[in-house]
Structure formats: structure tokens, C-alpha cells
């Protein structure tokens, strides 16, 4: 999936490092069976049963993937499959605003 990332020894580093140049201002923790549909631009799709997304003030997205919580990854190009409500799929600034 995406390589735009940011890795470091502990997931509290992560963080730090993320706020370093913009504030954080939203996380949406999700856990859902069978799991969130999540594309990223290339179309590769991934399912997670329990996906974590942080926000930041310069509108970026942010999130672990794979279980890798030594790297986050910027997925602000990703789709996330709605399978809730409309059946389609919507921009992560569009799926991390629901609700």
C-alpha cells in the first residue's frame, strides 16, 4: 500500500512525530466484523477488522496498517468502502466525517 510513512522505535515516538509540524485534531478507532473495505490509490484493497485513523490539522490522514504500529502510513488518498449505508466507496476525509 501506500509508502509515504514515518517509522520510529515506539508507537508514543510515532505520535510525537507526527504532531511535530501539525496538530492533530481527530482519531476514529474502528472495530467491525467482517471488517472495513479500505483501497489505496493504486487500487490494492485491504480489510481491517480494527483500524485506527488519526487526522491532522494540515488535513492529512494517518493510520498503522498491517499491525506495524512502529510505522504510520499517510493514506489521506485512500477509499473506504461504505458498506454501512451507501454501498460505495468514499474519500477517507468522507468516511473519517460519518458518524
Do not use: C
Not at 510515532?14 to 490509490?41: C, F, S, W, Y
Not at 498491517?66 to 493514506?75: F, P, Q, S, V
Not at 461504505?82 to 466525517?97: G, I, P
Request: charged content about 30%; glycine content about 4%.
Amino acid at each position: 500500500m501506500t509508502s509515504n510513512s514515518i517509522h520510529n522505535e515506539s508507537y508514543q515516538q510515532l505520535l510525537n512525530e507526527l504532531t511535530k509540524d501539525k496538530q492533530v485534531i481527530g482519531e476514529k478507532m474502528v472495530t467491525h466484523e467482517p471488517g472495513v473495505k479500505v483501497r489505496d490509490a493504486s487500487g490494492e484493497e485491504q480489510v481491517y477488522v480494527n483500524w485506527d485513523v488519526i487526522r491532522r490539522a494540515d488535513e492529512t490522514y494517518w493510520s498503522v496498517l498491517d499491525g506495524d504500529r512502529k510505522t504510520l502510513y499517510n493514506i489521506s488518498d485512500y477509499s473506504v468502502y461504505d458498506q454501512d449505508d451507501s454501498n460505495q466507496w468514499l474519500t477517507v476525509a468522507e468516511w473519517f466525517k460519518k458518524d
